[in-house]
């Protein structure tokens, strides 16, 4: 009964948008000029339209298959393969950024004490989410449009055991001056994001991110493995001055 009465007072106060002491934000280091930052390769369906700088490593620009019209920022390649004009050949940034990224996956892994645990049973379609840390130990679901309500320096960290899914359609809202660079999202297995669906923050992926047909994202897509687009417009975060957050 204890425990019962426990979770429905967390749950009503994410609901109600009544947040805990916000988390410290993830360090992104050298990773935080990307947009886009894979270590496989990134697949595209042209056209899509990526704001920031994109980069691939330790796989060779060859398995980067954006275009220079596609992309408003710098593309880093390992080699000298890869698209013409907009391409970079800088080993040594990549090699540093690659590595932020994954450091910045561990940290954000590691957080303890979570404000909230298995909120929802993963289904946090239809939630809204004041500041904090949230960990899960299996998936997490997107089924309705899902919000974010707090101010401009609040902070969320998601911790995700398994797959996160946005169905198509669907919406991740910013309320109340919340930011997208202060949203992290750290997930362990898949990320998909849905036909014409829009998502907000910064995605810290295991393994694969695959955004379909249509889809939006106003955030950074950081994948361990690929990245997939389909006719995309990914642009990174501003800060609260409305800038890009680099």
């Excluded at 840390?133 to 101010?151: C, E, M």
């Amino acid at each position: 009964m204890i425990k019962r009465m426990m979770f429905s007072t967390a749950a009503l106060l994410v609901v109600c948008g009544i947040g805990f002491a916000s988390s410290q934000p993830v360090n992104l280091g050298k990773a935080g000029t990307f947009v886009i930052l894979t270590k496989t390769g990134i697949t595209d369906v042209h056209p899509s339209a990526v704001k920031g700088d994109v980069g691939v490593s330790p796989i060779t620009g060859a398995a980067l298959l954006l275009t220079c019209a596609e992309v408003t920022g710098t593309v880093y390649t390992v080699d000298a393969a890869g698209p013409l004009p907009c391409k970079v050949t800088d080993a040594t940034h990549l090699t540093a950024a690659i590595g932020d990224m994954e450091f910045a996956y561990t940290d954000a892994a590691g957080r303890t004490s979570p404000d909230f645990t298995e909120l929802g049973a993963g289904q946090i379609g239809g939630l809204t989410l004041a500041p904090g840390l949230y960990k899960w130990g299996t998936g997490v679901s997107i089924s309705k449009n899902v919000t974010f309500s707090g101010g401009p320096n609040d902070v969320w960290i998601l911790q995700i055991a398994g797959k996160l899914t946005e169905a198509n359609g669907m919406h991740v809202i910013l309320a109340g001056g919340a930011l997208a660079k202060n949203i992290f999202w750290q997930a362990g297995g898949a990320v998909t994001i849905g036909t014409t669906a829009h998502f907000e923050g910064i995605i810290l992926a295991k393994t694969v991110i695959a955004v379909n047909t249509g889809a939006s994202v106003n955030g950074r897509l950081f994948s361990q493995t690929a990245v997939t687009l389909q006719m995309n417009a990914i642009t990174q975060p501003a800060s609260a001055s409305g800038k890009s957050d680099r």
